[in-house]
């Protein structure tokens, strides 16, 4: 569990520094230009990576369904719309929308079992710390 927790904090943190690097990126030559310039040395970083490790098969990838194979596009449109929103309403207020949409989402996938993901309950303390956490992005843009 400690594992997981430490991972969720890198991914977090790296998730910003991507954002704040690709907006500068995007300011010298677009924002479509930033995503497909990080989706390219993430794809490089990725393959070397597998390279170094050697680990895994990709046998299994037959039994990917075609919807999940997908998921490497949304990073683009992830990135425009991280990079856009950057640009306008600055870094802060942008990762706490963020973070508040993917828990959101997150709440969605749990409670009805989307994508294959075990059904879980929400109960109100679940929601009254969404409300919480929009509560403070408020607080932060005044």
């Known amino acids: 569990m400690l594992k997981g927790i ?8 790296f998730i910003t520094l991507q954002g704040v690097a690709n907006a500068s990126i995007g300011a010298h ?12 040395t993430g794809f490089i970083a990725a393959a070397l990576i597998l390279l170094v490790a ?5 046998k299994g990838i037959r ?22 929103a950057i640009g306008q309403i600055g870094v802060t207020f942008t ?14 996938i749990d409670t009805n079992g989307w994508f ?3 059904k879980r309950k929400m109960g109100v303390l679940h929601f ?7 509560l403070g992005v408020i607080v932060l843009k005044l």
């Open 54 to 58: 050697r680990g895994g098969s990709w």
């Open 29 to 40: 030559i677009g924002t479509w230009q930033a995503a497909a310039l990080t989706q390219f």
């Open 128 to 134: 009254a710390g969404i409300a919480l956490m929009i």
């Open 6 to 13: 430490i991972y969720a904090i890198l991914a977090g943190a």
């Open 63 to 84: 039994k990917v369904k075609p919807l999940y194979l997908m998921g490497g596009a949304l990073a683009a449109i992830i990135i425009f719309s991280e990079v856009t």
């Open 116 to 118: 294959d993901v075990i």
């Open 95 to 108: 990762i706490s929308a963020l973070l508040i949409a993917q828990l959101t989402m997150t709440f969605l």
